[in-house]
């Protein structure tokens, strides 16, 4: 069974930490992609990657900063963590035809 | 602005009833994939049609696709308590990179037993 695995389902972190989100996919993806989910606003892209050590921004790049040092691995990182980025963080792989394989998600609550 | 908007925000219905979803986006695509959360969960895809597919089936769901104007339809048959779940579309547009998908806010469907 094909996966996508994030390394915590759930993260407490005080204001101005770094945070690392890891996300690994057993699939042999060239596509990752970091969305966050907040209530009312669906999902937004953060930042996606087509190859390693690629990386593009997504449409609410501020504040993160992205990883992909092995094709299975794409790292979201929060440079000083705030409030307002206390979220449900989802990491995604995609290969033809392009549906894209979720993780389980990391709820994330920055205090 | 999201590509896709999903319509209705919520509905609710009786199991044994059908549900169905709609999806309405604003450029051309390549295809448009359906998914399904359920509550503190990833999203998990259900189906994807391409844009020179007018239906596809899966099991009980049924997905249409008019590009003429620019909507899809996600019908569940003969719905389940453990269908409740947000249903989202999203869109891969033919202006963007291959892959990238554009999202919807979604659709909450209760199915009550």
């Known amino acids: 069974d094909v996966k996508v695995t994030q390394s915590s389902r759930y993260l407490v972190k005080r204001t101005g930490e770094k945070v690392f989100l890891e996300c690994v996919q057993d699939?042999?993806?060239?596509?990752m992609f970091w969305y966050r989910q907040d209530p009312g606003l669906g999902l937004r892209l953060i930042y996606f990657?087509?190859?390693?050590?690629?990386?593009e921004k997504g449409d609410i790049p501020e504040g993160y900063s992205v990883s992909r040092e092995k094709k299975e691995r794409f790292s979201l990182i929060l440079e000083s963590a705030s409030t307002n980025q206390t979220s449900m963080y989802l990491c995604?792989?995609?290969?033809?035809?392009?549906?894209?394989?979720f993780g389980s998600g990391t709820r994330l609550t920055v205090v | 602005s999201q590509q896709g908007e999903e319509d209705p925000q919520a509905l609710s219905i009786q199991e044994g009833e059908n549900a169905t979803m709609n999806c309405s986006y604003k450029?051309?695509?390549?295809?448009l994939q359906w998914y399904r959360q359920n509550s503190g969960r990833g999203l998990v895809h259900l189906i994807l049609?391409?844009?020179?597919?007018r239906e596809k089936h899966s099991g009980r769901l049924r997905v249409t696709l008019d590009t003429s104007k620019k909507s899809s339809s996600l019908l569940i048959t003969a719905s389940r308590a453990a269908d409740t779940a947000s249903y989202f579309c999203?869109?891969?547009?033919?202006?963007?990179?291959?892959?990238?998908?554009?999202f919807g806010d979604g659709t909450t469907l209760t199915v009550k037993p």
């Open positions: 049609i391409r844009s020179n597919e």
């Open positions: 995604a792989s995609t290969g033809a035809p392009y549906g894209y394989t």
């Open positions: 999203a869109t891969d547009a033919r202006d963007t990179n291959a892959g990238k998908s554009t």
């Open positions: 699939m042999d993806h060239e596509n």
């Open positions: 990657s087509y190859d390693v050590k690629m990386k």
């Open positions: 450029t051309s695509i390549n295809n």
